[in-house]
């Protein structure tokens, strides 16, 4: 009994055909396994409504640290931007075979800007919004993989490196949007704060109203 599956064994052994079939798994199961990793830190990121942590521990240093915290957003928010743009773009170069580059360039900024809108209001919406694109990009290169044309997508590349004046302006864009979205967050907070504050207030001076 042990012979002849000890045999069973090193016959399915022999029959291992390493480079024409494990290899070829072995490398698709990779690619998939690496793009749904790039995938999930797209969309996580993206999502995020507080791109930054802000924690105040030390109150005298209330105001170094909120200067801190804007300087992060001026500096690093429109860096996040351009990867998040160029990552997108590259992707809508693969997935479009008849929009301008031009066109292509809008829709990546204006996902991205609904993305950021839509982590104001529920991250994970904006999940579902930024991760839409990527995961086409998965599901048609695991059915038609002939679908892709890297020629097509290096010549939209280096048409779109001499749009500086339009790439520059949906920058921008991005940038007030975002400005103007932690703007109206932060009255909001300051609004919903003061108006719970205003009961406790009420209380304590009914309490102080009433005599001995």
Known sequence: MLDKAFSAITDAITHIDFYGLILPLLIYTLLIAVYGIFIWAFYKSISKRDL???EIKDHRKQWQ??????LK???????????????LTIILFFLSKSQSVQNILLMS????????ISAYYKE???EDIAKILPLAVLAIFVVDSTFFSLSQTLSRFYEATS???????YLLFTII???VLRVLLNFK???????????IIQGKSKKQKKGP
């Open 109 to 116: 900024m204006a996902m991205i800007a609904a993305a950021r």
């Open 189 to 199: 907070q300051h609004f919903n704060g003061a108006r719970k504050k205003e009961p």
């Open 73 to 87: 957003y001026i500096i690093l928010f429109p860096l996040l931007i351009f990867l998040w743009f160029a990552a």
């Open 52 to 54: 930054f942590h802000m």
């Open 163 to 169: 749009l500086t004046t339009l790439l520059v302006n």
């Open 124 to 126: 994970s919406l904006s």
């Open 65 to 70: 640290i909120k200067a801190g915290h804007t």
């Open 177 to 179: 949007l975002e400005f």
